[in-house]
């Protein structure tokens, strides 16, 4: 089951917008997804708060009291793919504050938008099946690569640091690092910092001089020199979309 939100405080909009979507879930049964419609942002957090969880939402750039990148900006953090649709396409780079998933001037046409929410879909799968298995002293841990900030070598073991403030250490490794962290390597979404840091693109809110700044305060510290590939590879990766590189 996926869930999918809808926002707009326009109600001619939101009925435009709404019926593309019912059209796209009767579609696409296969996918099982359930949509909900709101008027005003306060109204979607509020749903949140009781417990609903939304995969991906679908957001008007332009609302009152609280705007879309407001909005996509909470949304991002609880780990939902936004779309954003508005009448100006000056507000993209306004969308890059909430590392949108894609953004499409009204009206949408339902081909396209059909196209972004298949991908974005394809998206939340991905993300919700890429995991690596980590052996710790007296058990196995299969954690989601969304899940993982960054990873360190500590000592003779690797540190992964999560999203919600856990840290795993593994058993004694034998092999380095990389090999012992290739299968984050092989996805686009992270980057290695150094011989003894990878770290997860999707958090990263910052590239400094000698450090990625993430979510939550943490740094990331990079080799000398790699700073500007560094902070090409963050961009490139929201640029061409996170969905599209592997989030």
Not at 143 to 159: K, N, S, W
Request: charged share 25%; glycine share 6%.
């Amino acid at each position: 089951m996926l869930d999918l939100a809808l926002c707009d405080d326009e109600a001619e909009q939101l009925d435009i917008v709404g019926r593309l979507l019912r059209d796209y879930v009767q579609a696409r049964p296969e996918l099982a997804i359930r949509l909900s419609v709101f008027s005003s942002g306060r109204d979607l957090l509020a749903a949140e708060e009781e417990g609903a969880r939304f995969d991906i939402c679908v957001l008007d750039v332009v609302m009152p009291e609280l705007s879309g990148i407001e909005l996509g900006i909470e949304l991002r953090e609880r780990g939902s793919a936004i779309i954003y649709l508005t009448i100006s396409p000056e507000y993209a780079v306004d969308s890059y504050a909430a590392k949108a998933f894609y953004y499409l001037v009204k009206p949408p046409e339902p081909e396209r938008l059909y196209q972004v929410l298949d991908q974005a879909v394809a998206a939340m799968e991905k993300r919700r099946t890429a995991c690596i298995t980590v052996k710790m002293r007296n058990s196995l841990r299969l954690v989601r690569f969304d899940q993982i900030l960054y990873a360190e070598r500590a000592d003779r073991t690797i540190r992964y640091h999560l999203a919600n403030g856990e840290q795993l250490d593994s058993v004694t490794v034998r092999g380095s690092f990389q090999e012992e962290i290739s299968p984050l390597l092989a996805d686009p979404r992270f980057l290695l910092c150094g011989a003894s840091f990878v770290a997860n693109l999707f958090y990263v809110i910052a590239v400094d001089k000698s450090s990625l700044r993430l979510d939550g305060g943490a740094h990331v510290p990079l080799s000398r020199g790699s700073a500007a590939q560094a902070r090409q590879r963050w961009q490139d990766f929201w640029l061409a979309g996170p969905g599209r590189t592997g989030r």
